[in-house]
């Protein structure tokens, strides 16, 4: 599975952004896709997941309300659509997959792609 990761830039905080992952190669109808970030200095976080029968979400509680994932099936893509961001928002976003969907922000990603920076100015 190969992933590749796009959309960041730079925005005001209030502003929004849409991060796209688009993914190739083999892909697991009881797995999920998943977006996780890493701010300066600080260790990788969940971010959201999105099962790949589409049915399932979560996310953190760091951005539930403000961030929807989703996916557009034909184009083999995973949007991160970001509204209201906040400074506290700065950070590379990676996308990742999973094997198999769990109802829990542990679940295993084993496919990661590259990072998009995203940097929110206040």
């Known amino acids: 599975v190969q992933l590749q990761a796009s959309g960041g830039g730079l925005v005001q905080a209030g502003g929004s952004l849409r991060l796209s992952c688009a993914a190739s190669?083999?892909?697991?109808?009881?797995?999920?896709v998943g977006w996780f970030r890493q701010a300066p200095g600080k260790e990788r976080v969940f971010v959201a997941s999105l099962s790949m029968s589409g049915t399932n979400t979560i996310y953190a509680d760091s951005v539930r309300g403000r961030f929807a994932i989703s996916r557009d099936n034909p184009k083999n893509t995973v949007f991160l659509q970001m509204n209201n961001l906040k400074p506290d928002d700065t950070a590379v976003y990676y996308c990742a997959a999973a094997r198999f969907w769990m109802p829990s922000t542990q679940m295993s990603f084993t496919y990661w792609g590259q990072g998009t920076l995203v940097t929110v100015s206040s």
């Open positions: 190669g083999r892909t697991f109808s009881k797995g999920a």
